[in-house]
T-cell receptor, first 107, second 112 residues
Framework: KNEVEQSPQNLTAQEGEFITINCSYSVGISALHWLQQHPGGGIVSLFM???GKKKHGRLIATINIQEKHSSLHITASHPRDSAVYIC?????????FGTGTRLQVFP | DSGVTQTPKHLITATGQRVTLRCSPRSGDLSVYWYQQSLDQGLQFLIQYYNGEERAKGNILERFSAQQFPDLHSELNLSSLELGDSALYFC???????????FGPGTRLTVT
């Protein structure tokens, strides 16, 4: 069993839909990261959180430390949100990555 | 633009060869991280440096080595290359351990 599990692996949505991507982990962590990887390969760090909830624009990330679970929500999805979303957890600075969720948003 | 630069963008080389990948962190960042992303293994942490010193080590092969120089740029050396070393190699930087990381555009290495 992987230490970081993401679901779903693939996700398609219509523009405007509310999207949720889930991440569960089995190791002790000090922080959880959500990353976005565009089709060209570039990686952008979206959030780094260790408790509660963070919001940036249409993106919301939550984490439940007791349940070892995090969710990334995208409100009012747009085709430009199409990318691979990767969850990564770290105890020290060694990040362990999930396999990613490929999101496609159609107009 | 994250402010992290990596060179070269693409590299094609033959098995058995040695290559050097270079990373310049964002201005002010002291930590540099190296990651490998391959099709079969996904993203994996290789190694972290902080202000010139090795701070953490992940799944880095003995054929690979890295260093961070006094000007804080870092190099990842890959030797005795094998077909399986073909991957995207990312560098990231942060102000220090435990802080948000900013990723470079990556170097795509193809070993033929």
């Amino acid at each position: 069993k992987n230490e970081v599990e993401q679901s779903p692996q693939n996700l398609t949505a219509q523009e405007g839909e509310f999207i949720t991507i889930n991440c569960s982990y089995s190791v002790g962590i000090s922080a959880l990261h959500w990353l976005q990887q565009h089709p060209g390969g570039g990686i952008v760090s979206l959030f780094m959180l260790s408790s509660g909830k963070k919001k940036h624009g249409r993106l919301i990330a939550t984490i439940n430390i007791q349940e070892k679970h995090s969710s990334l929500h995208i409100t009012a999805s747009h085709p430009r949100d199409s990318a691979v979303y990767i969850c990564a957890v770290g105890n020290t600075d060694k990040l362990i990555f999930g396999t990613g969720t490929r999101l496609q948003v159609f107009p | 633009d994250s402010g992290v630069t990596q060179t070269p963008k693409h590299l094609i080389t033959a098995t058995g060869q040695r290559v050097t990948l270079r990373c310049s962190p964002r201005s002010g960042d002291l930590s540099v991280y190296w990651y490998q992303q391959s099709l079969d293994q996904g993203l994996q942490f290789l190694i972290q440096y902080y202000n010139g010193e090795e701070r953490a080590k992940g799944n880095i092969l003995e054929r690979f080595s890295a260093q961070q120089f006094p000007d804080l740029h870092s190099e990842l050396n890959l030797s005795s290359l094998e077909l399986g070393d073909s991957a995207l190699y990312f560098c990231a930087s942060s102000v220090g351990g435990g802080f948000r990381q900013y990723f470079g555009p990556g170097t795509r290495l193809t070993v033929t």
